[in-house]
C-alpha cells in the first residue's frame, strides 16, 4: 500500500525528510488531540491525514488510526515530524482523538481505537522489516523517556513521557496493556509482551474474534476495514 503524503504530499511545508538507512525500533505513541466521535462512523483519522497534507507548521506521523480506520502517512524509510526529541531514529503511531477523552468513550469503543493502534504498529514494523530498516521486530513493552530519546533499546513510549509539561498523550486511561498485546499478536504471533503485562492477560484480552480480526486485517481476508490512502482525495 502506498503511504499518504506521497500521494499527497504537503506543497505548504514538507511533513517527513531525512533519509534513513535503519531505524532503532523505538516507537512513540501519540494522539492527535482531535475531537472524538462516540458512535457511528469515525472520520478523525481522514480528517486528520488531509490536515496534515496542507498543515503549515510541521507536525506528521508514520501511521494513523482511529476507530474504523487505519492510514498509512510516512514510509518508514524517512522521518516524521511527531517528536522532536527523536524524529530522526523513531517511529510514531497516533490515535486520531483526544488524550483527554478516552473516557468519554464506551470500553468497546475506547478498545477498537486502542486495538487498531496495535495493528497500525504492527504493519508498521512489518514494512520496515521489509526495507531493511530493521532486522526483527521490537519487543512489545514500554521503554523509558531516556531509552526512546537515545534510540538503545527497541520498544515503545508515550509522548508525553519525553516531552513532560508540554505533551500528555496518549493520556493517562490509554490501555496499554491491550495496545502492546494487540501488536504483539498483530506483527505475527510468538513475541508475548515483556515486563508490561503477563503472558496469562495477553491471552485474556485477546478474544478470538479480536484475533481473528487482527490476523485478517494484517495477513490478508475480509476482516477490518482498512481505507485506502487513494479514497481520502485532499
Known amino acids: 500500500m502506498s503511504y499518504y503524503l506521497e500521494d499527497h504530499p504537503n506543497t505548504n511545508l514538507a511533513q517527513y525528510g531525512w533519509p534513513r538507512n535503519r531505524v532503532s525500533g523505538v516507537i512513540g505513541v501519540h494522539t492527535t488531540e482531535s475531537g472524538v466521535f462516540p458512535a457511528g462512523s469515525d472520520p478523525s483519522a ?7 497534507g496542507v498543515r503549515t507548521n510541521h507536525g506528521s506521523y508514520h501511521a494513523l488510526a482511529d476507530w474504523d480506520t487505519r492510514i498509512k502517512l510516512v514510509r518508514p524509510r524517512y522521518a516524521a515530524w511527531a517528536d522532536i526529541t527523536n524524529n530522526v531514529h523513531a517511529m510514531s503511531v497516533s490515535g486520531a482523538m483526544n488524550a483527554a477523552r478516552w473516557r468519554d468513550l464506551t470500553p468497546e469503543r475506547a478498545a477498537g481505537i486502542v486495538r487498531n ?4 504498529a ?7 522489516i521489509a526495507a531493511g530498516l530493521l532486522d526483527s521486530p521490537p519487543p512489545a513493552r514500554r521503554i523509558t523517556a531516556a531509552e526512546a530519546i537515545a534510540g538503545t ?4 513510549y508515550g509522548h508525553g513521557e519525553t516531552k513532560p509539561g508540554t505533551r500528555y498523550d496518549p493520556g493517562q486511561n ?7 498485546a494487540t501488536y504483539a499478536a498483530a506483527v505475527g504471533g510468538g513475541i508475548i509482551p515483556q515486563g508490561t503485562i503477563s503472558k496469562e492477560w495477553y ?6 474474534d479480536t484475533k481473528r480480526q487482527i490476523n485478517e486485517a494484517v ?7 482498512m481505507i485506502h490512502n487513494n479514497e481520502l482525495g485532499r
Open 117 to 120: 493502534m496495535g495493528i497500525a
Open 122 to 128: 504492527a504493519e508498521l514494523v512489518l514494512d520496515a
Open 46 to 52: 481522514e480528517n486528520t491525514a488531509r490536515y496534515i
Open 153 to 156: 533499546k527497541p520498544g515503545f
Open 219 to 225: 495477513w490478508g481476508g475480509p476482516g477490518m476495514p
Open 174 to 180: 490509554f490501555d496499554w496493556g491491550l495496545f502492546l
Open 203 to 208: 491471552e485474556m484480552a485477546l478474544d478470538a
